[in-house]
């Protein structure tokens, strides 16, 4: 059930969710009229008036600016409830994996490009984004949870910038909404097999460690097609898989949107 509040000022009306969390995706509404601007960005909005934008994992506020003809603007600010982030000790993992030695660097560098130039593709029309997000596996357990901060080996990582999903090796692996996969790679270093779909709008999923792919980039896929198996591959200490959602590059928790949506 969703709950909303209208913040309002003069020739400004915005609808917003009740509350609005760290690392969490945010639906709302405004007049076809309106143009929203989030973090210097253009947001896309749907035929009625519907947009969807990322809070990031460390946000305090959330500023917006509405446009509304030439000469109306209006900035909106909405803080961002904070949440506890849980410590992540891992050992056992290849020191290599976590402190790459300096031969890699030519592979990270092109790997990062190669990521990085995927994640910039948009074969949607702006307005186009899923409001129905499914579980990609029935998990036994959360291994590790989004927002985590990571030490491996003893040394502090990046905060933990999806969701571990444990199952067996060999488990099925479920696009999580219908896309266009952008990337789908067999090794790389951090992550392993690698799938990336894009689902409109800037929202993207990734999907890692995986030991089988079952689609080639530029497949469309439609949510709950198989795209791969859960594995162990790239940096990685047992089988799992490394679910991500993402809002033109914002991370968020997966756990906050999976169903929320759906009829």
Known sequence: MFLFLIWTFPAFAVIFPESIQQGSFIYGTVQPSETLFYRGLKVPVAQDGTFLIAVGRNETELTLTLKKGFFSKETLRIPVGKRVWKIDRIEGVAPEKVTPPPELAERLKNEQKLLDTARAKRPFEEGIFPVCFLKP???TRISSPFGAQ???NGIAQSPHSGLDMAA???????????????LSE?????TGGTILIEHGSGVQSGYSHLSSRAVKTGDKVKAGDIIGEVGSTGRSTGPHLHFTLAWNNI???????????CP
């Open 137 to 139: 596996v029935e998990e």
């Open 150 to 152: 990571r030490i491996m």
């Open 168 to 182: 067996p090796k060999g488990t099925p692996v479920k696009a999580t909404a219908d896309g266009i996969v952008i």
């Open 186 to 190: 067999e090794d790389l270093f951090y």
């Open 251 to 261: 991370r968020i928790d997966p756990q906050s949107i999976f169903s929320a949506r």
